[in-house]
């Protein structure tokens, strides 16, 4: 393990862990780590030679398996709650249950090897930005035509996207951070298929309570093992 990847993923936990216990909310933990993430990962951008590719309006990698937890899930709630029409939000989850149905019908594998638009893409945006899990913000590319070139042959695994290391280093550090953070509140740290847990976050009336008091948060969702 890198100094680098140690020191980031130290200093995450420890401001995350001080967050967490004296907040009453770990929601407002996770706001604060993201503004922390997307400040770090912003400076090991501009600190290398070597610039993603990603730009608005790019949206191949919105079409993978994404994974997220409880705690992401329930802030994205909040989020679409504040921001999105009651309209916007049946369709959203009308393109989730259409997903699931499909992700529910094929392994972990296939779904690997699957492109399924993410629901929450609109325009070929993220509609939720400010609130993508880590899972999404950690991916990054540096050949735009290599995404493409996955992106239209889904079973070829060899294609190989580019990565800028410390971009990645950092990002995966400071991810694991405020996950070990969180994990140790006895909350809900369950990995979810997004699709599944987007649909039970609106439709589980106890997914909060469920979630404080580390039960499976949504009961019917796929939990990634
Ligand atoms: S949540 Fe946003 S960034 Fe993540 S896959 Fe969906 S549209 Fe893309």
Do not use: W
């Amino acid at each position: 393990m890198s100094d680098i990847f140690q020191s980031a993923a130290l200093s995450e936990y420890q401001k995350s862990a001080s967050q967490i216990a004296t907040g009453k909310d770990s929601l407002v933990a996770l706001k604060k780590s993201y503004e922390r993430y997307d400040n770090l990962i912003a400076k090991a951008i501009n600190d290398s030679t070597t610039k993603p590719a990603c730009k608005a309006g790019c949206a191949f990698c919105c079409h993978y398996k994404v994974e997220a937890r409880a705690h992401e899930m329930l802030l994205i709630r909040d989020y679409m709650g504040k921001t999105f029409t009651a309209e916007k939000i049946e369709t959203v989850l009308a393109e989730a249950k259409a997903n699931a149905a499909i992700i529910r019908s094929i392994t972990p594998e296939q779904h690997l090897t699957t492109n399924l638009k993410c629901a929450l893409l609109q325009d070929n945006q993220c509609s939720i930005y400010p609130v993508r899990p880590f899972r999404c913000r950690n991916f990054h590319s540096t050949d735009a035509n290599a995404c493409e070139q996955s992106h239209n042959d889904p079973h070829n695994m060899e294609i190989a996207t580019g990565m800028i290391e410390d971009v990645a280093i950092y990002a995966d550090a400071h991810t694991q951070g405020f996950e070990a953070a969180a994990e140790q509140t006895g909350r809900d740290a369950r990995i979810y298929d997004f699709n599944t847990a987007l649909i039970e976050v609106f439709t589980e009336p106890n997914a909060l309570k469920r979630y404080k008091t580390g039960k499976k948060t949504f009961p019917n969702a796929i939990e990634v093992i």
